[in-house]
């Protein structure tokens, strides 16, 4: 009969190990000795990300009660959809934070300067389907920097990153349509042979 200890591969604790380190600083709850990262800009960085969800959230809840045209109606139910999809990613950020032994910062006092999106509000649909989709490719920009800075330190951020990233690229790829459809078109030029180009 083999040793249990024998048996461990290389580089992986001892369970008496792990209890022991379990109970060092228990009051950090999640964050043990062995995190990695460097917390304070992970919390800085992930209360970055939530001030840009609630931005969006806004922004988005915004554009679902302006927008008017022939258009409207069916891109109002995305607008709608990316709202509440943002405030969910703004709960579980919240939720990371917390994890982390830190505090969501939700104070609406500064949240246009913390969020890395902007709040503009357009008239024209074509006008608030491309700003959505700016903010959009900056979120996907903001994510994947910030999943690179977590890297292999703190797989659980990475993987929440991640999830939000995706989203937000479908997001921008379900814009990008709507815009397509939407955009306005320059008026038809008459060419030199007298046949309407457009």
Do not use: W
């Not at 554009?63 to 709960?91: C, I, M, R, W």
């Not at 950020?93 to 500064?110: E, K, S, T, Y």
């Not at 703190?154 to 939000?164: A, G, K, S, V, Y």
Request: aromatic share 4%.
């Amino acid at each position: 009969m083999k040793h249990p200890q024998k048996d461990r591969a290389a580089g992986l604790s001892s369970v008496k190990t792990l209890r022991q380190r379990a109970r060092e600083h228990v009051e950090s709850g999640a964050v043990t000795p062995s995190y990695a990262a460097d917390r304070e800009t992970v919390l800085r960085l992930l209360n970055e990300a939530l001030a840009t969800e609630l931005v969006c959230t806004l922004r988005y809840r915004r554009h679902y009660f302006a927008a008017q045209g022939v258009h409207a109606e069916s891109v109002k139910h995305e607008f709608l959809t990316h709202s509440n999809e943002e405030l969910g990613h703004a709960d579980l950020l919240a939720q990371r934070i917390v994890q982390l032994d830190g505090l969501p910062d939700f104070d609406p006092q500064g949240l246009a300067d913390r969020s890395h999106a902007e709040y503009l509000a357009c008239e024209s649909l074509d006008g608030i389907i491309r700003e959505n989709l700016v903010a959009e490719r900056v979120a996907i920009e903001s994510y994947k920097e910030m999943i690179e800075f977590v890297a292999g330190n703190d797989p659980t951020t990475r993987r929440l990153l991640e999830t939000i990233l995706a989203k937000e690229e479908e997001h921008a790829e379900e814009l990008s349509s709507l815009l397509s459809v939407v955009a306005v078109r320059p008026p038809a030029q008459v060419a030199n042979s007298g046949v309407l180009s457009i």
